[in-house]
T-cell receptor
Framework: AQKITQTQPGMFVQEKEAVTLDCTYD???????LFWYKQPSSGEMIFLIY??????QNATEGRYSLNFQKARKSANLVISASQLGDSAMYFC???????????FGQGTRLTINP | KAGVTQTPRYLIKTRGQQVTLSCSPI?????VSWYQQTPGQGLQFLFE???????NKGNFPGRFSGRQFSNSRSEMNVSTLELGDSALYLC??????????FGEGSRLTVL
């Protein structure tokens, strides 16, 4: 079975600092995708970034980058130059190739202080 | 393109009642899936539909059901509501084997 672990229930960061949100995963399947979503208080899950298990390079999307370490089974999200609007819940998720569901971690609540 | 639209956004029901939630996917997306989010259990997969067929189902009792129409719009139904069904129900759509795009959810409170 697949499992996602996010060990940081909450994080507090000063505005403009970089922040790393941890995510480890467990699967025996060789092909999978890893995702990060942001959930503000409104409830909508906003897609941030995707990393395929066979991708050679770490994914980047604007201020978001994914530090993918396959051997360690980790997929940490790095947010550079944090902004007040980054305050939200962040979820790491995994999807096996061909599978129809995402498996989510428990999330990390990020608070950006001015 | 319009995003995923879920209705209603908020609703309150009493135990024993039933509820139907609606989801309109992004235009062109044929896969629609549903998730339940609660503080205790987190985000859990309910089921996924593709071209009006249920392809996968999560570990939920039979009180939870869904369907998809020919225009890809989907509904989920929960019968005989229990207090523990109080949750945010999220719908997501996709057109490929990558990211899912979520709606804002329907927040159900069962009294």
């Amino acid at each position: 079975a697949q499992k996602i672990t996010q060990t940081q229930p909450g994080m507090f960061v000063q505005e403009k600092e970089a922040v790393t949100l941890d995510c480890t995963y467990d699967t025996s399947d060789p092909s999978y995708g890893l995702f990060w979503y942001k959930q503000p208080s409104s409830g909508e899950m906003i897609f941030l970034i995707y990393q395929g298990s066979h991708d050679q390079q770490n994914a980047t999307e604007g201020r978001y980058s994914l530090n993918f370490q396959k051997a360690r089974k980790s997929a940490n999200l790095v947010i550079s130059a944090s902004q007040l609007g980054d305050s939200a819940m962040y979820f790491c998720a995994m999807r096996l190739q061909g599978a129809q569901k995402l498996v989510f971690g428990q999330g990390t609540r990020l608070t950006i202080n001015p | 393109k319009a995003g995923v639209t879920q209705t209603p956004r908020y609703l309150i029901k009493t135990r024993g009642q039933q509820v139907t939630l609606s989801c309109s996917p992004i235009s062109g997306h044929r896969s629609v899936s549903w998730y339940q989010q609660t503080p205790g259990q987190g985000l859990q997969f309910l089921f996924e539909y593709f071209s009006e067929t249920q392809r996968n189902k999560g570990n939920f009792p039979g009180r939870f059901s869904g369907r998809q129409f020919s225009n890809s719009r989907s509904e989920m139904n929960v019968s005989t509501l229990e207090l523990g069904d109080s949750a945010l129900y999220l719908c997501a759509s996709t057109d490929r084997d990558r990211e899912l795009f979520f709606g804002e959810g329907s927040r159900l409170t069962v009294l």
